[in-house]
């Protein structure tokens, strides 16, 4: 039996049905295997820059930026012996045979693709084992391949790894992993929450829908990690995911579609409501003198789930109308306030996306600028408080800037594309989640 009496219906990012009456655990991190899969991959999956290496090996320059070592410089052709090196690290990365462990080559052998095998991970506790186990394997295959020379061999290290341990990060190094190390999280539970928006929206092709269900898996998966869904809390986090994430009850698709041509936050205000009323999530508690109307919910976790859906509407109607992803905090911060003072309920996130926005704002471009709204993630020092509902509306706004920022996505985050993209999970997670969801459904 289900634990909640929840039964959605799941739609994808065109408003077509792919599930119908699923229960809503089955669309939980701890029983849909499409979410799992998703976290599986993304601990497990490495990039190595190889041309980055053969230069860095044959200029001196390594370590970061002013950082040239002079004298040990060595000249090999790695790229051109690309697939020696994918051969020699797979004999060393994998386990067992069939174990999951993938090393292919792509960009004509200038970049190479590792996924470590669960067995490696099982066997500690860090998710770094993806990385440290794919830097020392390349490591390793460089000398040996190459025949580098004991008073060399450091120097293909500071190529592959960086500058750490000198820094706490691989400064510099020319393997990547869309996590960043544990050392810059937060907080227990916020490794998944450390994956700027950027990178979410290269992943998947710029697809606003898609782009909302992926940050809306990563920011719960992190909620489930760090113990925000355990008890009393976990259908609040389900019903979020489900309606702003995964467009359950084809809500968010639909409201996006009636204001899409000639909307405006106030109006996407209007259409929440309206379904609100009518799915009997919400209704009047007293009309004052004014005529003002308050209302009232028998159920906050599921009014905040609409209350977030909502939010994504505007973000999508007011940004995909100025194609500018600036406008994500100012949208975000005005929807809530408005909708607070119409319904007298608490807003997304119960009022904690309002508040960060106002931070939000200062931090991505104004008086203080230092970057824009896509270098967010759930654990940025501004963004961090509201936990689950908020990214996903700046991936929103991401996915439709026309090209304003100053740090694109394809600039910062091109590379994962070119490592995940070929991953349906990543690129399509609507449809993936949902089908797995579909699959168990009877099974809850």
Known sequence: MPKYKDVIDLYDDRGKRIAKDVPLEAISPLRNGAIK???????????????????????????????IIRGKEIDIPLVANASKIAKAVK?????????????????????????????R????VEYTTGFTATAAAVTEAVIDQFKVPMYKANMVKGAVWGRYPQTMTFLGANIRSILEVPQNNEGAGFALRNIMSNHVVALVNRNAMQGVALSALFEQLGAFEMGDAIGPFERGHLLALAYEG??????????????????????????????????????????????????TTDDLPLWNAYASVGMVAAV?????????????????????????????????????????????????????GGGGPGLFHGNHVVTKHAKGVLIPAVTAANCLDGGTQTFSAEATSGLFKEVFGDLKEFSTPMQVVGAEAKKIAKKV
């Open 91 to 119: 004999e060393m990365v994998q386990v067992t045979d069939g174990d999951g462990t993938v090393v292919e080559l792509k960009s004509g052998g200038k970049t190479m693709v590792v996924v470590v095998p669960e067995e």
């Open 37 to 67: 899969r998703l976290a599986s991959m993304t601990k497990r999956t490495v990039a190595v820059n190889l041309a980055g290496i053969e230069n860095a090996l044959k200029t001196g320059k390594m370590g970061g930026d002013g950082c």
């Open 316 to 368: 999508m109607v007011n940004v995909g109308a100025a194609r500018a992803a600036q406008g994500v905090p100012s949208t975000v911060l005005y929807y809530n306030d408005i909708l607070e003072h119409e319904t007298g309920l608490p807003s997304a996130d119960y009022g904690r996306s309002m508040g960060v926005c106002v931070g939000m704002s200062f931090f991505s471009h104004s008086i203080y």
């Open 121 to 124: 991970l099982s066997a500690g």
């Open 246 to 295: 995964l467009n359950a009850n084809n809500i968010l698709y639909s409201i996006v579609k009636k204001n899409g041509k000639t909307g405006t936050v106030g109006t996407v205000i209007e259409s929440l409501m309206e379904r609100a009323i009518d799915d009997n999530v919400i209704r009047v508690k007293e009309t004052l003198p004014s005529g003002y109307k308050v209302y």
